[in-house]
């Protein structure tokens, strides 16, 4: 009999070891799991605090404070209504359990946890939030870990800056202080007892009870809390009527919407640091500028509302957008937006879409055309070098492929600066063709197309796809007066000792001659001053700009892309089904460009295009492009590079004439 005992109780231990052990595997399989996940802390340029802390996978608003900076209320409101027993249990409460169980089994569902804040702690650190029996064993076994490794003071710390307090757009808010920033506006020491109580109510139905959501659940939530508070006597009578009578209100949203931006750094991370942050907190300091992304995302959302109410909204068509803007100096990514609403579709339209860019190839082929001559020798095409407007049918390998004009309108004998400024397809053309296609393609490439240019006639009037982020930066080099910059997001990359592991640095060519460069900025200017773009200056806009308007055929897609000294900016305004927008790059994304870059650039002074050396400015009769002569009256200002001012001259009578013919045979 004493040696079955011996051996039943040697049984007893071996058991009680293996269960040990296996729950000694189980919560160390878990934190290893989670110690292998990389938290990035990502900060918007000149930042003291992350914009967003990317854990896991999703994107975080958190601020850890130390325990001491809560107040004692907000601490005795969580511990009574989360976990009264918190300082008497070893992590699982049997009381809790028993209790929970019982309420379930009356009403038939689950209406209690029964879980301890430790608990909680442990399932929002390692494990999902799905409800099963396994999760649950997994999370009493972490709980009784972190009980022995942590003192009470340090849990109910870690807790209060983890909990999980609802979404603010597609962040999570985590922890008290970010929920008090991020709904009230105030840190934790400056709550009132109504507050405090709304907050912690929070805790049981962080979405549901959101003020967010629904101001009524959220009273009712703040309520019960008040009340528990004053039956424990933790809240005066006077404090209860008064926190009663105060009304339920949050704060505007502070929150800055740049989740496709963070996405696009996140791969831009792994491709300078493959594998460098697994495991690891990186503190990764980007290109972001707050107020310029701030003003990106309220022209895109406010302008494709607007559109709503032009067009008939059917199910696979709605009206989507992207925009992207570059510092001109830098080529540093200061806002994107890859669409209307990231927490309905993550597709980033910025950087993932190709779509074809219809007329806003066009600058790149005057580009060409103008480095041409100034290259080559060849004779020079200047701004005001006449070409013919007129239908053309040219012979393409896959047929006859007829470009018109918008409108089957045509001009007869043009300036180039007046067929790149109104957008003639003809006479653009012309000048490709006199180019030379190879020339073009070559040329758009050198200044930031990376995608795939095929080589046929189309492709002059922008049918080859292209992404918004690549043709901007494209335009950036016109902006900087020639050298293409590659855009970027990192500036810097630290690791959680501050020790920094990439230092981002500019990747830079020259592209095209500054004085070509120029030329193109100058009629670009035209466009916007009476161009296809001149109703920009009816929406508003006020300093110098220069920007192309695009649409692609059957009007599938609406681009403007412009800039400033220092800014561009491109918008692209379509469907994702390829559906037709039934609206041009005017009617759809300059709005929206305008809107933008009147708003993020209040704070630039205005400052003009300043010519490079080497460019000069000629009086010319603008229906021949000629000279005119000293004793001439009237006629334009226009640009050259120096060296390829029009020779020939016009006197007072060829002056008229030009006129009178141009006014006959134009059409």
């Not at 040990?20 to 900060?43: C, E, K, N, P, T």
């Not at 689950?110 to 099963?132: C, D, F």
């Not at 020339?439 to 930031?448: E, L, T, Y």
Request: include cysteine; glycine fraction near 8%; charged fraction near 25%.
């Amino acid at each position: 009999m004493l040696s079955f005992d011996r051996s039943s109780i040697r049984l007893s231990y071996a058991l009680v070891l293996a269960v040990g052990l296996i729950g000694v595997w189980v919560a160390w399989g878990l934190i290893a799991g989670h110690l292998l996940q990389s938290r990035l802390m990502i900060y918007a340029d000149g930042a003291d605090e992350p914009m967003a802390i990317f854990r896991g996978a999703s994107y975080v608003l958190s601020e850890e404070r130390p325990l001491s900076a809560y107040p004692p209320l907000l601490i005795d409101a969580v511990l009574l209504m989360e976990d009264r027993r918190f300082y008497q249990h070893h992590g699982v409460d049997l009381r809790a359990v028993i209790r929970a169980a019982w309420a379930n089994a009356q009403h038939g569902s689950i209406v209690q946890g029964g879980s301890t804040l430790t608990q909680q702690l442990a399932r929002s650190r390692y494990l999902t939030h799905e409800r099963s029996f396994s999760r649950k064993i997994k999370e009493s076994v972490l709980a009784l870990g972190l009980e022995t490794t942590l003192s009470k003071p340090e849990i109910l710390e870690r807790y209060l800056n983890d909990v999980y307090l609802g979404q603010r757009g597609a962040y999570e808010v985590r922890g008290i202080t970010a929920a008090s920033r991020h709904y009230l506006g105030k840190e934790p020491d400056a709550l009132h007892p109504a507050e405090v109580a709304l907050l912690v109510g929070l805790i049981r139905s962080p979405n549901t009870a959101s003020p967010l959501v629904s101001l009524r659940r959220a009273r009712e939530r703040r309520d019960l809390v008040l009340r528990r508070l004053l039956e424990e006597r933790k809240l005066s009578d006077a404090d209860y009527r008064r926190a009663l009578k105060e009304p339920v209100r949050v704060v505007r949203d502070s929150t800055v919407e740049a989740t496709h931006f963070l996405d696009f750094v996140r791969k831009e991370l792994e491709a300078k640091l493959s594998g460098a942050s697994k495991g690891k907190t990186l503190k990764v300091f980007t290109t972001l500028d707050i107020a310029t992304q701030q003003a990106a995302h309220q022209a895109v959302v406010q302008g494709l509302s607007k559109l709503d109410g032009r067009r008939k909204r059917t199910p696979g068509n709605a009206v989507e957008g992207a925009l992207v803007a570059l510092d001109v100096e830098a080529g540093a990514i200061k806002a994107m937006v890859g669409g209307r609403d990231y927490y309905r579709s993550q597709f980033n339209r910025a950087v993932q879409a190709k779509r074809q860019p219809g007329s806003l190839f066009k600058p790149f082929i005057y580009l060409a055309a103008f480095e041409a001559g100034h290259v080559d020798g060849r004779e020079a095409l200047t701004p005001a070098t006449i070409v013919e407007d007129r239908p053309l049918a040219p012979d393409v390998e896959n047929g006859r492929w007829r470009p018109r004009n918008f409108n089957d309108r045509y001009y007869g004998k043009v300036r180039l600066r007046e067929a790149l400024e109104r957008s003639l397809n003809a006479a653009t053309i012309t000048i490709g063709e006199q180019v030379g296609l190879g020339r073009v393609i070559d040329q758009a490439k050198a200044s930031g197309i990376e995608s795939r240019l095929r080589p046929d006639p189309a492709t002059l009037l922008g049918a080859s796809e292209v992404s918004v982020l690549e043709i901007t930066a494209a335009y950036g080099t016109l902006a900087r007066g020639g050298t293409w910059i590659k855009p970027y997001t990192i500036k810097k990359v630290e690791d959680g000792q501050g020790h920094v592991l990439f230092e981002g640095g500019r990747e830079a060519r020259r592209a095209v001659s500054s004085q070509a460069a120029f030329l193109v900025t100058s009629i670009l200017q035209g466009t916007i001053e009476r161009g296809t773009a001149a109703s920009a200056r009816a929406l508003g806009l006020t300093r110098n700009a220069a920007g192309k308007t695009g649409t692609s055929n059957d009007l599938r897609d609406a681009w403007f892309v412009g800039y400033t000294p220092d800014l561009v900016a491109g918008v692209w305004v379509g469907v994702d089904s390829g559906a037709s927008l039934q609206l041009t790059g005017a009617q759809a994304a300059l709005p929206i460009w305008t809107q933008f870059i009147k708003q993020a650039s209040v704070h630039h002074p205005s400052r003009s295009f300043e010519p490079p050396p080497g460019i000069v400015t000629a009086k010319i009769d603008p229906s021949s492009g000629l000279r005119l002569t000293p004793g001439c009256s009237g006629g334009v200002d226009e640009v050259f590079i120096q060296g390829t001012e029009p020779r020939a001259t016009c006197s007072q009578d060829t002056f008229a004439l030009w006129h009178w013919i141009r006014h006959v045979f134009s059409r």
